[in-house]
């Protein structure tokens, strides 16, 4: 399997153009979500997806679209690049274990290898 | 909102010392607690995670314990070695969902040879 995999790996755009970046799993996950990682915030969740045809906003979902056509992708659209849209872009995947009977279910997300993205 | 407060933000200690780092949760629903590793360049990467029905996990010389009474969580590293130097993360999931993680801003710890 090769996991979750991510394109492209680095990218500089210029303000106000749009481009897509891709994401991919072969583990037949249901979930996938997209966060952005900047200096000193930690991981900050923009949008999820629990199936195919099903997405929701995380905490910063502003200047982003995505979609969720199959299992499998999950692309990451931004619509008019800003600098501060400038940061590394992790893409997910997770299952839902139902865990022992009784026990709460957890969802060890496994993330792809980061886009860097620059908007200058 | 919900959120998650890890301290503290810089770590170090000497070779084969212990390190603690702390987080506190707001969501009282919150049911699952991951710790992942990200070392520079790389992505993050689960090291060890606990559930809301158990106050403690160890894995070799890496333990997590929880108090959920007071929302707090904590990792403890014992006998370091300087492969672990990285930046560590705590997550707690949203809202009782198992689906959605919110992170902590990361701990970065760096080991003294």
């Known amino acids: 399997n090769a996991g979750v995999t991510q394109t492209p790996k680095f990218q500089v755009l210029k303000t106000g153009q749009s481009m897509t970046l891709q994401c991919a799993q072969d583990?037949?996950?249901?979930?996938m979500s997209w966060y952005r990682q900047d200096p000193g915030m930690g991981l900050r969740l923009i949008h999820y997806?629990?199936?195919?045809?099903?997405?929701d906003q995380g905490e910063v979902p502003n200047g982003y679209n995505v979609s969720r056509s199959t299992t499998e992708d999950f692309p990451l659209r931004l619509l008019s690049a800003a600098p501060s849209q400038t940061s590394v872009y992790f893409c997910?995947?997770?299952?839902?274990?139902?865990?022992?009977?009784?026990?709460?279910?957890?969802?060890?997300?496994?993330f792809g290898p980061g886009t860097r993205l620059t908007v200058l | 909102g919900e959120n998650v407060e890890q301290h503290p933000s810089t770590l170090s200690v000497q070779e084969g010392d212990s390190a603690v780092i702390k987080c506190t949760y707001s969501?009282?629903?919150?049911?699952?607690f991951p710790w992942y590793k990200q070392e520079l360049g790389k992505r993050p990467q689960l090291i060890i995670d606990?559930?809301?029905?158990?106050g403690e996990k160890k894995d070799q010389r890496i333990a997590v314990t929880l108090n959920k009474t007071a929302k707090h969580f904590s990792l403890h590293i014992t006998e370091t070695q300087p492969e672990d130097s990285a930046v560590y993360f705590c997550?707690?999931?949203?809202?009782?969902?198992?689906?959605?993680?919110?992170f902590g801003s990361g701990t970065q710890l760096t080991v003294l040879p």
């Open positions: 997806s629990v199936g195919a045809g099903i997405t």
């Open positions: 969501d009282s629903a919150s049911n699952y």
């Open positions: 583990m037949n996950h249901e979930y």
């Open positions: 997910a995947s997770s299952y839902e274990d139902p865990g022992l009977a009784g026990a709460p279910s957890y969802n060890e997300q496994f």
């Open positions: 997550a707690a999931t949203l809202s009782g969902s198992a689906r959605q993680l919110t």
């Open positions: 606990i559930r809301s029905n158990v």
